[in-house]
């Protein structure tokens, strides 16, 4: 009991201490709600069929109907933020096998909150709106969707509700994307505009079948998730890697219930999802999943078989973990955009020296307070030693060589939020060495 009682006291502190904020983390999750997630999922599922080929004109059956239907919540939200939150449809023309090889409009609707003091560092949080039945081409029998993916538009929506009370340092951008079983086609419009915009993307989520807490074989987990991360090729550490940790260690803090269980691939074995779409334009980007999947509901069309249920249907998605993911991404999204930006421009001199030189570009946050070096024994997931380096954009280590660890640098502002990580993508300029030695005369 009084160990207990210390160690949250301690716990605390940590909190209090070390992890100063622009806003109030534990409150901002305190108002999310399970039950009006639950009571979206039912309503994207009495549409009938999402599919992204359905009707698009009906009221109360169809994409359209749909689409509007969560364009017309979100702007009743905006309507109450104070300014702080807009709303507004995004599309692009796209087209794939699954379209019949025709271009088809992918309509994502885009509730975004605009950033006080770094308006153009955007993250992003995604859950896509169209289904699908067991025929991925059948847009007119019923495909309720429920955990894959009404949960994930639900948890986006709140997070909207939430959040647009709640203005950070940068801009948080929530998207229910369309055409994700046709070949991630709305977030593929979405990320393309990102890069013709050139956005500074710092973190991206997609949120995709995560709803349900039971697996096929009737295993319950309702305290994991998981958060499937990607790596560049050939760097060290990728900036999807490190947004993936990043969003880890805010969960170790403020949700200590939650089991974050990072996985590191892309996605699901042989499957994909619309953090895709920006992972290979180079942006940093995750997916969030239930931790266990039942295939007797996903991409099923509903029906009995020897008395087995079949279907995507809402009974079986759970507004309390709806309510858990909602909270992941409320700890990921304000933790990041009330950080300073992360360091740009990385680089690492340390070949063939016993010194380590790391350098990058000064930060032009107004609350920068400097910037901490990172360090690990390459087998390791953990940050093994924090450095402070001061406000100083170059930072040498004496007799200290490269060769046998990864290092990073990250930003620190004035309350003690910490950016992601960089870690460096290109080597310094350095004087040759092994030069060859002017001709005898
Ligand atoms: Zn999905």
Known sequence: MRRALIASILALLITATLHAQCADVTNIVGQLDGARMKQAVEKLVSFGTRHTLSDTTSDTRGIGAARRWIFDELTRVAAASNGHMTVAYQSS????????????????????????????????????YDSMNSDIMNSTLDAPGADDDASGVAVIMDLARVLSQHPLDATVMLVAVQGEEQGLLGSRGLAEEAVAKKWNVEGMITNDIVGGTV??????????????????????????????????????????????????????????????????????????????????????????????QYGDLPEFVSGDYMRLVASVNAVALVTGACAPAAPKNVKAGGAVTNDTTLSWDMGTDADLAGYEIVVRETTSDEWEKVIPAGKVSRYTFKDFTIDNVFMGVRAVDKDGNRSPVRTPEERLVEPARSAAPPPAK
Request: aromatic content about 10%.
């Open 215 to 308: 697996g096929g074989e009737g295993d319950i987990d309702n305290r994991t998730i998981r958060i499937f991360s990607a790596n560049t090729k050939g760097a060290g550490d990728g900036t999807s890697r490190h947004w993936a940790r990043f969003v880890r260690d805010g969960v170790r803090l403020y949700l200590p219930h939650v089991k974050p269980r990072l996985i590191y691939r892309l996605d699901r074995f042989g499957r994909g999802g619309d953090h895709s779409s920006f992972f290979e334009r180079g942006f940093p980007a995750i997916r969030f999943t239930q931790a266990n999947e039942d295939y007797k509901r996903e991409h099923q069309t509903v029906r009995t078989e020897n008395g087995v």
């Open 93 to 128: 023309m796209q087209q794939a096998q699954r379209t019949n090889n025709v271009p088809v409009e992918m309509i994502n609707v885009v509730a975004t909150i605009r950033g006080t003091t770094d308006p153009d560092r955007i993250y992003i949080a995604t859950g896509h």
